[in-house]
């Protein structure tokens, strides 16, 4: 079945995670839907980088909250690691109509001269796991905290981003506990609520096998029964990108996506 078809037979589901080769633009798509959550007035669209420091007033029926990565380039434009950013929200004291998530953005790796034995290296990149612990996994705990306290009354929708589960990620060991936290906590939420929708929604990214290395923490998570995994190309995904786009913005005005 095409992207498409599966996204419309499968709407009832709280976990959609994007697998396919590096640099097919599998974070861009989760760019685009970060932007459909957040107010037009204070971001700058889908080619914008979030800054350490900023806060992002959501559109007024939709929290948003987790994490991305993104790359860090030098100042001769290269490549030179990459960043996490984390998205936390913030108290508003109703000053605000639509939620304020803050945004933490730190180091996750950084590329090095050369790979020293003992260290937590993944190919050329040192990995910075306290960060990580301190800001990825914290994040998704936050996610799961939130949601644990939350009135089975509450009307908004809570939007979990989750890019991505992969190597560089899973060195640090409170990492896939936070993850799998997270997953069971968005379900049970959906499932004790009384709305015919569901008020919570996991969108990730996981790798797909590269010379038949298989990680089994990940195919753990591509195998739950409450996860739709939605393989991207350089052919699907404007379409796939206009799709979810679509419903991701019906599913926070609480209508029904065609």
């Keep these: 079945k095409s992207a498409t078809a599966l996204l419309r037979n499968n709407q009832r589901l709280c976990h959609i995670f994007l697998t396919g ?9 989760i760019k685009a839907i970060i932007d459909s959550c957040i107010s037009k007035t204070n971001h700058g669209g889908t080619e914008s980088r979030h800054k350490d420091g900023d806060e992002l007033t959501c559109k007024t029926n939709v ?3 987790g994490l991305y990565t993104e790359e860090s380039r030098g100042s001769d434009g290269k490549r ?19 939620s304020v998530s803050s945004v933490t953005r730190t180091s996750l790796s950084r590329a090095q001269p050369k790979v020293t034995k003992g260290k937590p290296f993944v190919g050329k990149y040192l990995v910075d796991v306290d960060n990580i612990d301190q800001f990825g996994a914290a994040s998704l705990r936050q996610v799961s905290d939130n949601l644990q306290q939350q009135s089975e009354e509450e009307e908004s929708r809570t939007i979990c981003i989750l890019d991505e589960v992969g190597k560089m990620e899973l060195l640090c060991p409170t990492f896939l506990p936070a993850v799998h936290g997270v997953l069971d906590t968005i379900s049970e939420c959906n499932k004790r609520g009384t709305k015919e929708k569901n008020t919570c929604l996991l969108l990730g990214t996981i790798p797909t096998p590269r010379y038949g290395h298989v990680i089994s923490a990940v195919e753990d998570i591509r195998s739950r029964k409450d996860v739709l995994v939605l393989y991207v190309t350089k052919s699907n995904r404007d379409e796939l990108k206009t799709k979810l786009v679509s419903l991701i913005e019906k599913w926070i005005d609480g209508g029904e996506e065609r």
């Design 80 to 98: 030179d690691g990459f960043d996490l950013i984390c998205f936390s929200e913030k108290k508003t004291n109703g000053r605000s109509k639509g």
């Design 63 to 65: 929290k948003l909250s």
């Design 21 to 29: 080769q590096p640099s097919v633009g599998k974070t861009t798509l």
